[in-house]
């Protein structure tokens, strides 16, 4: 945990970013008696997750507990209540026609949809599906004993903050127990695969880069 300019009064954990071969950037912050934070540079959309407390985004939006914003590139600051966790996505923007407008959602079981058929396995898409949005946003909730039904590799990449549960995360040819609170950098093409483990269900929050071109370029 570290002071960063333009968080005043936040300790800011940066798990993953381009200096790791990321194209993506995913802080952890938190306050213990409230700050704001910087607005976004010019061509960088966010996204926003509140884990604990409170934030309320530019347009006055306050998300609660697994409250979520997408904010468009070049977006204003953000305000934290006291005792605030939240995760920050930071990333280049790749437009396709129109930036597409914030949007605000939160948690919500009854959005879920079986992954590939499997209700053990439900997905809330928390993005619109929509071609302009060049990332999405998922919460994907596992029942115990629930996995992926296969070893996927794709060349976009992930960044992953388990939420609730744990089990054992698959990264090429490497197994590793995950639980609450651990975060993932999956680089592009790295088979992957979860399964989940306990008595209770597994939830975790994953960021795709998506609707963009391998080159990365749109
Ligand atoms: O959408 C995904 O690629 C997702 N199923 N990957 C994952 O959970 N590791
Ligand atoms: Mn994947």
């Not at 300019?5 to 938190?30: H, K, T, V």
């Not at 995950?178 to 088979?191: K, N, S």
Request: net charge negative.
């Amino acid at each position: 945990w570290i002071t960063q300019p333009g968080w005043q009064g936040a300790e800011f954990a940066c798990l993953i970013s381009p200096d790791i071969g990321a194209r993506f950037a995913m802080s952890l912050i938190r306050t213990a008696s409230g700050c704001s934070g910087a607005a976004a540079p010019e061509s960088v959309a966010r996204f926003v997750f509140c884990i604990s407390g409170s934030v309320t985004t530019e347009d006055g939006t306050v998300l609660p507990p697994e409250g979520f914003a997408f904010i468009p590139p070049g977006g204003g600051g953000l305000r934290l209540d006291a005792g605030t966790r939240m995760v920050l996505f930071e990333w280049r923007f790749l437009p396709r026609g129109e930036v597409p407008a914030a949007v605000n959602g939160h948690f919500d079981p009854g959005k879920a949809a079986p992954l590939r058929g499997d209700d053990w396995l439900m997905v809330q898409k928390l993005l619109p599906v929509d071609e302009a949005f060049d990332a999405e946003f998922n919460i994907m909730s596992f029942r115990p004993g629930a996995s992926l039904a296969y070893v996927e590799t794709h060349f976009m990449e992930h960044g992953l903050l388990m939420l609730d549960g744990g089990g054992v995360y698959r990264l090429d040819d490497r197994w590793y127990p995950v639980g609450q609170g651990d975060a993932i950098w999956m680089g592009p093409h790295v088979p992957q695969w979860f399964g989940a483990l306990g008595r209770k269900g597994a939830r975790y929050l994953i960021y795709k880069n998506y609707n963009r071109s391998p080159l990365n370029v749109g």
